[in-house]
């Protein structure tokens, strides 16, 4: 068994693709409408045991530097480790 977390806007998902991703729909993790801190708790209160996905797409622009790509990879990086992951 597995479970998959994904960090979306569902403001934005109702829009054509070009325009979800112009709004912003793929966002960092933590700034989504999903609770991850209280799906963890969640899976935690179950003993879950299983798999865990944590994704985070991003919509890429031609003016994205590589350093603002790490940086926000990084970011994410350090949400996780604050919830224990």
Not at 25 to 29: G, I, N, R, S
């Given at each position: 068994m597995h479970d998959r977390l994904r960090p979306?806007?569902?403001d934005a998902q109702r829009a054509g693709l070009a325009e979800a991703l112009r709004r912003g729909?793929?966002?960092?993790?933590g700034d989504g409408?999903?609770?991850?801190p209280a799906v963890?708790?969640?899976l935690h209160e179950i003993d879950y045991s299983g798999w865990l996905v944590v994704e985070q797409d991003q919509s890429l622009h031609a003016d994205m530097t590589r350093a603002q790509l790490v940086?926000?990879?990084?970011r994410n990086l350090h949400y996780?480790?604050?919830l224990g992951l």
């Open positions: 979306q806007r569902p729909v793929f966002c960092a993790l409408d999903t609770d991850i963890m708790a969640a940086a926000g990879q990084r996780l480790a604050s």
